[in-house]
């Protein structure tokens, strides 16, 4: 019989931490649209100060910058290492409210159901925001102006609709939680309560901005240069809400190190795993198992 205390090698299992892998997401499209501009503002300045109507600009459109070579190049390169582990953050967050909402005491009633309608609404949003995202990323205002307005819609839509439905979820399954002391860690407890207090404070910014980005979006399509013949500001104030709601859009999404703190994504041989398992058990249950099988027989 194998001696329980030998083990069978398995390949090296791969550990990586949620904190360090938002940081990580994160991180990539704020390098990408630095790195980016820097390109286009150094190798197609006059590219990307003009808009549709020729109106000129004193700040390039995102879309300008990122529709435009060696700039577009970059964020491609910068989305395409980003968008894959969005969807692992959409699952981690659909599986935590789907665990809270089931710690409820009952599980009828209307805010029952809303609630659960509204967790797979925000994971719908959240995959609707990284589709809109690669559309807007991968076909250029340069290449397919109409299709590129309607990704940017979609994506705007979307980020703003998933910012909303994650904070009813978080207030009533996990912030809630907190204020009602109903969580004994204390380091959790103010975890949630920064997370939350973050993601008002940005979803404020980003919902004002977006709207004075609104604004001088039918500004400047209604009149691209003013009555006395100068160029229009409103597509440079379009730009300016495009930077800063982009910036608050990724602090919104780096919150998550604190809902996910002690989280970590492991991968492992399965199959030795199970075998090293096996070992582990005593003889004592081992020769149980065998009296049952027989016993069943």
């Not at 979307?158 to 009533?172: D, E, N």
């Given at each position: 019989?194998a001696n329980?205390?030998e083990?069978?090698p398995?390949?090296?299992?791969?550990?990586i931490?949620?904190?360090?892998?938002t940081n990580?997401?994160?991180?990539?499209?704020?390098?990408?649209?630095?790195?980016?501009?820097?390109?286009?503002?150094?190798f197609?300045k006059?590219?990307?100060?003009?808009s549709e109507?020729?109106?000129?600009?004193?700040i390039p459109?995102f879309?300008?910058v990122?529709?435009?070579?060696?700039?577009k190049?970059?964020w491609?390169?910068?989305?395409?290492?980003h968008c894959?582990?969005r969807?692992?953050i959409?699952?981690?967050y659909?599986n935590?409210?789907?665990?809270?909402?089931?710690?409820?005491k009952?599980?009828t009633?209307?805010?029952?159901?809303?609630?659960?309608?509204?967790?797979?609404?925000?994971?719908?949003f959240?995959v609707c925001?990284?589709?809109g995202?690669?559309?807007l990323?991968y076909?250029?205002?340069k290449?397919?102006?109409?299709?590129?307005e309607?990704?940017f819609?979609?994506f705007?839509l979307?980020?703003?609709?998933r910012m909303?439905?994650?904070?009813?979820?978080?207030r009533?399954l996990l912030?809630?939680?907190w204020?009602?002391n109903e969580?004994n860690?204390?380091?959790?407890?103010?975890?949630?309560?920064t997370?939350?207090?973050?993601?008002m404070?940005?979803?404020?910014l980003a919902?004002?901005?977006?709207?004075?980005?609104?604004i001088?979006?039918?500004r400047?399509?209604s009149?691209?240069s003013?009555?006395?013949?100068?160029?229009?500001?409103a597509?440079?104030?379009f730009s300016a809400?495009?930077?800063?709601?982009?910036?608050?859009?990724m602090?919104?999404?780096?919150t998550?190190?604190?809902?996910?703190?002690?989280?970590?994504?492991t991968i492992?041989?399965?199959t030795?795993?199970?075998?090293n398992?096996?070992?582990n058990k005593?003889?004592?249950?081992?020769?149980?198992?065998?009296?049952?099988?027989?016993?069943?027989?």
């Amino acid at each position: 019989m194998a001696n329980k205390n030998e083990k069978i090698p398995s390949e090296t299992t791969v550990r990586i931490s949620i904190p360090y892998l938002t940081n990580l997401i994160v991180s990539l499209p704020l390098i990408g649209m630095v790195a980016s501009f820097i390109a286009s503002v150094l190798f197609t300045k006059e590219q990307i100060f003009e808009s549709e109507c020729g109106s000129r600009n004193f700040i390039p459109s995102f879309s300008s910058v990122i529709g435009v070579s060696p700039g577009k190049y970059i964020w491609r390169m910068a989305i395409a290492f980003h968008c894959f582990p969005r969807f692992l953050i959409a699952l981690l967050y659909h599986n935590q409210f789907r665990t809270s909402l089931n710690k409820f005491k009952t599980n009828t009633g209307i805010k029952f159901l809303i609630l659960k309608q509204l967790i797979h609404l925000n994971t719908f949003f959240e995959v609707c925001e990284v589709f809109g995202l690669i559309l807007l990323s991968y076909i250029s205002s340069k290449e397919n102006y109409s299709l590129h307005e309607k990704a940017f819609i979609i994506f705007m839509l979307s980020s703003t609709l998933r910012m909303v439905t994650c904070l009813i979820l978080f207030r009533q399954l996990l912030y809630k939680c907190w204020l009602n002391n109903e969580m004994n860690e204390k380091n959790k407890k103010f975890r949630f309560q920064t997370s939350y207090q973050w993601k008002m404070g940005l979803f404020c910014l980003a919902f004002i901005f977006s709207l004075l980005l609104v604004i001088a979006y039918i500004r400047h399509t209604s009149k691209c240069s003013n009555n006395i013949g100068q160029p229009s500001t409103a597509w440079s104030y379009f730009s300016a809400c495009e930077y800063i709601i982009c910036c608050v859009i990724m602090g919104y999404h780096a919150t998550v190190c604190w809902d996910f703190n002690h989280f970590e994504l492991t991968i492992y041989n399965k199959t030795t795993t199970k075998l090293n398992h096996d070992l582990n058990k005593s003889e004592q249950d081992i020769e149980n198992e065998q009296k049952d099988i027989y016993l069943s027989r």
